[in-house]
Protein backbone atom coordinates (compact mmCIF):
# COMPACT_ATOMS: atom_id res chain seq x y z
CA UNK A 1 0.00 0.00 0.00
CA UNK A 2 1.32 3.63 -0.96
CA UNK A 3 -0.27 6.69 0.53
CA UNK A 4 0.75 9.76 -1.77
CA UNK A 5 0.12 13.17 -0.84
CA UNK A 6 0.99 16.60 -3.05
CA UNK A 7 2.27 19.81 -2.47
CA UNK A 8 3.18 22.99 -3.68
CA UNK A 9 0.65 23.64 -5.96
CA UNK A 10 -0.77 27.10 -6.48
CA UNK A 11 -1.39 30.76 -8.57
CA UNK A 12 1.77 32.04 -10.70
CA UNK A 13 1.84 34.32 -13.42
CA UNK A 14 2.69 33.06 -17.05
CA UNK A 15 6.10 32.81 -17.39
CA UNK A 16 6.45 31.90 -13.88
CA UNK A 17 7.61 28.43 -12.09
CA UNK A 18 6.50 26.19 -9.55
CA UNK A 19 7.68 23.07 -7.93
CA UNK A 20 5.35 20.32 -6.97
CA UNK A 21 6.38 17.44 -4.42
CA UNK A 22 4.18 14.26 -3.72
CA UNK A 23 5.64 12.67 -0.89
CA UNK A 24 5.09 9.09 -0.29
CA UNK A 25 4.56 6.73 2.04
CA UNK A 26 5.63 2.98 3.01
CA UNK A 27 8.78 1.18 2.97
CA UNK A 28 8.40 0.12 -0.52
CA UNK A 29 8.38 3.25 -2.51
CA UNK A 30 11.80 2.74 -4.42
CA UNK A 31 9.83 -0.03 -6.24
CA UNK A 32 7.69 1.77 -7.82
CA UNK A 33 7.31 4.02 -10.85
CA UNK A 34 5.92 7.58 -10.40
CA UNK A 35 3.56 10.00 -12.70
CA UNK A 36 2.24 13.19 -12.63
CA UNK A 37 -1.21 13.61 -14.27
CA UNK A 38 -3.20 16.52 -14.37
CA UNK A 39 -6.68 17.16 -14.93
CA UNK A 40 -7.88 20.44 -16.84
CA UNK A 41 -12.03 21.70 -16.40
CA UNK A 42 -13.88 19.66 -18.98
CA UNK A 43 -10.74 17.85 -20.56
CA UNK A 44 -9.84 14.55 -19.57
CA UNK A 45 -6.68 13.60 -17.22
CA UNK A 46 -3.73 13.59 -18.92
CA UNK A 47 -0.21 12.09 -18.24
CA UNK A 48 2.24 15.01 -17.59
CA UNK A 49 5.62 12.96 -16.95
CA UNK A 50 6.48 9.76 -15.79
CA UNK A 51 10.11 8.09 -14.02
CA UNK A 52 11.26 4.77 -13.39
CA UNK A 53 11.65 3.79 -10.20
CA UNK A 54 15.29 4.44 -10.16
CA UNK A 55 15.10 7.67 -11.74
CA UNK A 56 17.22 6.51 -14.63
CA UNK A 57 14.47 7.44 -17.10
CA UNK A 58 11.52 9.48 -17.91
CA UNK A 59 8.96 10.21 -20.48
CA UNK A 60 7.29 13.62 -20.78
CA UNK A 61 3.90 14.90 -22.47
CA UNK A 62 5.04 16.57 -25.87
CA UNK A 63 3.35 19.57 -24.42
CA UNK A 64 5.71 20.32 -21.57
CA UNK A 65 8.85 18.70 -22.57
CA UNK A 66 11.80 21.15 -22.31
CA UNK A 67 9.69 23.13 -19.56
CA UNK A 68 8.75 20.48 -16.84
CA UNK A 69 11.63 18.48 -15.09
CA UNK A 70 10.06 14.99 -12.90
CA UNK A 71 12.34 13.85 -10.32
CA UNK A 72 12.66 11.50 -7.18
CA UNK A 73 14.68 11.01 -4.15
CA UNK A 74 14.21 7.59 -3.00
CA UNK A 75 15.94 8.49 0.25
CA UNK A 76 13.07 10.76 1.19
CA UNK A 77 9.99 9.11 -0.48
CA UNK A 78 9.57 11.89 -2.73
CA UNK A 79 9.37 12.73 -5.98
CA UNK A 80 9.28 16.03 -7.45
CA UNK A 81 7.74 17.88 -10.76
CA UNK A 82 9.42 21.06 -11.65
CA UNK A 83 7.63 23.38 -13.65
CA UNK A 84 9.40 26.24 -16.11
CA UNK A 85 7.91 28.84 -18.47
CA UNK A 86 4.64 27.91 -17.36
CA UNK A 87 1.44 28.98 -19.68
CA UNK A 88 -2.47 29.25 -18.93
CA UNK A 89 -2.92 26.20 -20.66
CA UNK A 90 -0.67 24.40 -17.81
CA UNK A 91 -3.74 25.04 -15.16
CA UNK A 92 -4.80 22.28 -13.95
CA UNK A 93 -5.30 19.72 -10.91
CA UNK A 94 -2.23 17.98 -10.83
CA UNK A 95 -1.74 14.24 -9.74
CA UNK A 96 0.89 11.98 -8.01
CA UNK A 97 0.40 8.48 -8.81
CA UNK A 98 2.31 5.35 -8.33
CA UNK A 99 2.97 2.36 -10.72
CA UNK A 100 4.40 -1.15 -10.29
CA UNK A 101 6.04 -0.78 -13.80
CA UNK A 102 9.53 0.07 -13.33
CA UNK A 103 9.95 1.96 -16.51
CA UNK A 104 8.38 5.01 -16.99
CA UNK A 105 4.49 4.77 -18.49
CA UNK A 106 1.32 7.01 -19.92
CA UNK A 107 -0.99 4.21 -19.31
CA UNK A 108 -2.89 6.00 -16.52
CA UNK A 109 -4.57 2.05 -15.98
CA UNK A 110 -1.67 1.09 -15.02
CA UNK A 111 -1.11 3.72 -12.25
CA UNK A 112 -2.87 1.76 -8.61
CA UNK A 113 -2.04 4.59 -6.01
CA UNK A 114 -3.02 8.20 -6.41
CA UNK A 115 -2.92 11.42 -4.60
CA UNK A 116 -5.57 14.10 -3.89
CA UNK A 117 -4.00 16.07 -6.41
CA UNK A 118 -3.00 19.87 -5.92
CA UNK A 119 -4.13 22.58 -8.33
CA UNK A 120 -1.87 25.09 -10.49
CA UNK A 121 -3.42 28.19 -11.89
CA UNK A 122 -1.71 29.96 -14.45
CA UNK A 123 -2.90 33.80 -14.57
CA UNK A 124 -2.25 35.49 -18.30
Known amino acids: QVQLVESGGGLVQAGGSLRLSCAAS????????MGWFRQAPGKEREVVASISWRGGSTLYADSVKGRFTIARDNAKNTVYLQMNSLIPEDTAVYYC?????????????????WGQGTQVTVSS
Open 97 to 113: AATPSVAPTRAESLYHY
Open 26 to 33: GRTFSRYG
